[in-house]
């Protein structure tokens, strides 16, 4: 099992940047990516961006791109999501999770999740 603990989330205004961390524990040996998702409400929980222990090029949704970075820290098990420039329709909650699979922008690939941290964005 590896089990992840996500913090950092809160109240920004718009324009405004937070970071978001994500600690994993367990067997992460056994997973090959990490990745970030969003939920608003009455939304489907969306792709945001993701990341390999190994290295290699991030993924990111196309709305995020130039504004959010992803990055990770090996020997901390730990990943983070960095949002700048941010907009109220970033407002959701944010989803750290974990996949032994290879197609990162999938949500089926994902096989740990973290609680979720709230993140909203007034205008």
């Known amino acids: 099992q590896v089990q992840l603990v996500e913090s950092g989330g809160g109240l920004v205004q718009a324009g405004g940047s937070l970071r978001l961390s994500c600690a994993a524990s367990?067997?992460?040996?056994?997973?090959?990516?990490m990745g970030w998702f969003r939920q608003a409400p009455g939304k489907e929980r969306e792709f945001v961006a993701a990341?390999?222990?190994?290295?290699?090029?991030?993924y990111y949704v196309d709305s995020v791109k130039g504004r959010f970075t992803i990055s990770r820290d090996n020997a901390q098990n730990t990943v983070y999501l960095q949002m700048n420039s941010l907009k109220p329709e970033d407002t959701a909650v944010y989803y750290c999770?974990?996949?032994?699979?290879?197609?990162?922008?999938?949500?089926?690939?994902?096989?740990?999740w973290g609680q979720g941290t709230q993140v909203t964005v007034s205008s």
């Open positions: 999770a974990a996949t032994t699979g290879w197609i990162m922008s999938q949500k089926s690939e994902y096989n740990f």
């Open positions: 367990g067997r992460t040996f056994s997973t090959n990516a």
């Open positions: 990341i390999r222990w190994s290295g290699g090029n991030p």
